[in-house]
C-alpha cells in the first residue's frame, strides 16, 4: 500500500487532499490515466471531508505512468 501511495505522489504530482480521495473507480485502466473528482478537506483534528476540488481547473484526467499500471493492479488485488 505505502509503495503504491508513494509511486503515485511522486509520479502523478497529485496534492495530498486529493490523493486521499481516491477511490478505484477513478482509475482507468483503459485509457492508463487517473480522473481527480474529489479532494479531502480536513474539518476537526479527528474529521475530514471528501467534496469536489475548491477550483474547476482541479478537475482533471492525469496520464498514469507504464511503471505505475502493476503497482496499483498489485494494491488492488491485494484488497480483495
Same mark, same amino acid.
Given at each position: 500500500?505505502?509503495?503504491?501511495?508513494?509511486a503515485m505522489s511522486l509520479r502523478l504530482g497529485i496534492r495530498r487532499g486529493e490523493l486521499i480521495a481516491l477511490?478505484?473507480?477513478d482509475v482507468h485502466w483503459e485509457r492508463k490515466s487517473i480522473g481527480i473528482a474529489r479532494a479531502a478537506?480536513?474539518?476537526?483534528? =479527528?474529521? =475530514?471531508q471528501v467534496k469536489?476540488?475548491?477550483t474547476a481547473t482541479s478537475l482533471r484526467s492525469i496520464p498514469?505512468?507504464?511503471?505505475?499500471?502493476p503497482i496499483l493492479k498489485a494494491w488492488q488485488s491485494? =484488497?480483495?
Open positions: 500500500m505505502w509503495r503504491a501511495i508513494v477511490r478505484w473507480g478537506y480536513r474539518v476537526s483534528k =479527528q474529521d =475530514q469536489a476540488p475548491k498514469m505512468p507504464e511503471p505505475l499500471v491485494a =484488497q480483495g
